[in-house]
């Protein structure tokens, strides 16, 4: 089985500018979760979609959103990018069921705002 | 609200050296608990969980008991090696309607031949 994929792997953007990441889960699973990454404040939840709705946020602005297609495939956005969201983003997948509540990560997009 | 906490790291031993990363938590309810491993340039791998009170995870030598009376989940490994070398996470995972992973801060972990 394919692992988790994100596109892209590393982005360059200037501040004010927005961004579109992209997720691919594992395939069956129905659950993406977003994840923050930074040296200052760890791994930080941002929202998890499942079935293309959202279930849960974090506590971040409103320039981050997100949302699930109906393959399950998902997207994140920032938008009006600044210097503090420079990260690494992580997507997660998982099933429904519940004994298979592992979450499985990808490789992550790093981005960098200058 | 949820919480974990890890112990601070880094932590720097010679290969074949016995390990211990120590993580707590603070949670409602009884949430399942998870070790993830993460090396240099890449993502998160999952390495062991458990899902209730006296359950072991284990995988590759490493092993963490889920203790509910200590709200503890300690990481070991009896002979650590080289390539072990990484940051490692305790986290918990909320499930309320969605699923939520809560991290503990990492733990960096080098092993010196």
């Known amino acids: 089985k394919a692992g988790v994929t994100q596109t892209p792997r590393y982005l360059i953007k200037t501040r004010g500018q927005q961004v579109t990441l992209s997720c691919s889960p594992i395939?069956?699973?129905?659950?993406v979760s977003w994840y923050q990454q930074t040296p200052g404040q760890g791994l930080q939840f941002l929202f998890e979609?499942?079935?293309?709705?959202?279930?849960n946020k974090g506590n971040f602005p409103g320039r981050f959103s997100g949302r699930q297609f109906s393959n399950s495939r998902s997207e994140m956005n920032v938008s009006t990018l600044e210097l503090g969201d420079s990260a690494l983003y992580l997507c997660?997948?998982?099933?429904?069921?519940?004994?298979?509540?592992?979450?499985?990560f990808g490789p992550g997009t790093r981005l960098t705002v200058t | 609200g949820d919480s974990v906490t890890q112990m601070e790291g880094p932590v720097t031993l010679s290969e074949e050296a016995f390990l211990t990363i120590n993580c707590t938590y603070t949670?409602?309810?009884?949430?399942?608990l998870f070790w993830y491993v993460q090396y240099p340039g890449e993502g998160l791998q999952l390495l062991l969980k458990?899902?209730?009170?006296?359950d072991k995870g284990s995988n590759k030598g490493f092993e963490a008991t889920y203790r509910k009376e200590t709200t503890s989940f300690h990481l070991e490994k009896g002979s650590v090696q080289v390539s072990d070398s990484a940051v490692y996470f305790c986290?918990?995972?909320?499930?309320?309607?969605?699923?939520?992973?809560?991290f503990g801060q990492g733990t960096r972990l080098t092993i010196n031949p």
């Open positions: 997660a997948s998982s099933s429904s069921s519940f004994t298979a509540y592992e979450q499985y």
């Open positions: 395939s069956g699973h129905r659950s």
């Open positions: 979609y499942f079935s293309e709705t959202q279930r």
């Open positions: 949670a409602t309810g009884y949430p399942s």
């Open positions: 458990a899902t209730k009170a006296d």
């Open positions: 986290a918990l995972l909320i499930i309320q309607g969605a699923q939520k992973l809560v």
